[in-house]
């Protein structure tokens, strides 16, 4: 039979668990922009991310962008205005 954890054991997996999005994806915001400048599309930005161990699906990367004001076409920069 399973031992079910203690209160406490369960309260710190429980601390160290958040939703990712939003905020994990504001300490990058820098680098996705950046990225959706160059003309990545969010399936790239999703591998981008992937690859370098951030694992968030294309649909939240979208979500959050539009929430900054950025729209699914490549955003605007000096060098293209």
Sequence with gaps: MKTLPTPQELLKKA???GKKGPDLLE???ESII??????FNF???EKFLGDNGIHIKKHKISVFLR???IKKQTVE???NV
């Design 34 to 39: 950046l990225l959706k400048e160059k003309g």
């Design 43 to 45: 399936t790239e930005i």
């Design 15 to 17: 601390t160290g668990l």
């Design 67 to 69: 929430g900054k004001g």
């Design 77 to 79: 920069t000096k060098e």
């Design 27 to 29: 300490k990058y915001k």
